[in-house]
């Protein structure tokens, strides 16, 4: 539960190693978070952090193994969650693939990767996930979408497909749950430096995860439905959405 100054005291992420995930509990952790659980495919992968966060001052902190493909066990999981550590305040759906878009482009295992990490497991997840904050009566979900869910681009339609199947969803579900208690925030970043990005060319006015760290915070503080990081990439995503498509096809984006 939040405490009386409304802040966030307890924390699971799903993805627990994204770099996003990480810079934003931080910055809870700083404040007056004191409970984090991290769900990660390997906890192992996360141990340094774990240690980082309890020094930091988290009280508990718990690495839990969480993996987005395994679909079947994401009840038990989130039951596992809440049964132990009690009411969880904020979740971060951070988990995420980039994949290659020249192979999932033609390669269709490559694709459905890329589309049940993103999509299917985000859904699968959120299903219980709500069902327990529902019950709980207060909490915010905060779902890393993405600009590219807004309209799929030729270079990275399969992973802007499923941002955009997991956006629809986390608005739908946000609307849904409106008058419990729960809010579902939708953030859309642009490109940032993180290891998902590591290796390619960064775009002009690309961010930081601390950047977006810093943006869902006040989202959260606002109650707000949907942040873009940076903001004014509302405006960018707004005008390509508008082009007719046969502008918009020439493009080399
Ligand atoms: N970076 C960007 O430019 C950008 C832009 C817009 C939106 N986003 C979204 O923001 C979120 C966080 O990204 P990030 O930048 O923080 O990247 P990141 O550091 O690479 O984090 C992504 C995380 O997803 C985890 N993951 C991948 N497949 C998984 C699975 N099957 N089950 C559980 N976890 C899985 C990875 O786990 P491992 O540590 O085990 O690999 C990793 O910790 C993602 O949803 C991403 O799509 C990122």
């Keep these: 539960m939040k405490d009386a100054l409304g802040s966030v005291q307890s924390v699971l992420v799903l993805g627990g190693g994204s770099e996003i995930a990480l810079a934003t509990v931080r910055r809870l952790v700083t404040g007056r978070a004191r ?3 991290l769900g990660a495919r390997d906890p192992e992968r996360v141990r340094s952090e ?17 993996d987005a493909l395994e679909t079947e066990t994401h009840g038990a999981f989130v039951d596992d969650v809440f049964d132990r550590h009690g ?16 192979v999932s482009e033609t390669d269709a295992e490559a694709a459905l990767a890329v589309v049940r990490t993103n999509f299917v497991g985000a859904v699968s997840v959120l299903v219980p996930l709500a069902a327990r904050l529902r019950r709980q009566g207060h909490g915010t979900i905060v779902v890393l979408s993405s600009v590219a869910a807004e309209r799929a ?13 997991l956006d629809a969803y986390a608005q739908g579900l946000g609307d849904s749950l409106a008058g419990t208690g729960v ?7 642009g490109f940032v430096r993180s290891k998902m990005t590591a290796g390619l060319r960064p775009v002009p006015f690309a961010t930081t995860p601390e950047g ?23 405006v960018v995503m707004f005008a390509l959405r508008q082009l007719p498509r046969p502008v918009f096809r020439r493009l080399e984006i």
């Design 212 to 234: 977006v760290a810093e943006a869902i915070l006040d989202g959260v503080r606002r109650d707000a439905h949907t942040v873009w990081v940076p903001p004014f990439l509302r």
């Design 87 to 102: 009411d969880i305040d904020l979740v971060l759906v951070a988990f995420g693939v980039l994949g290659e878009h020249a």
């Design 153 to 165: 681009r030729k270079s990275n339609f399969v992973y802007g497909a499923s941002k955009a199947g």
């Design 35 to 37: 409970t984090v659980v």
């Design 50 to 66: 774990v240690d980082e966060l309890r020094r930091a001052g988290a009280a508990t902190v718990d690495a839990v193994r969480f």
């Design 183 to 189: 809010h579902v925030l939708v953030v859309r970043p």
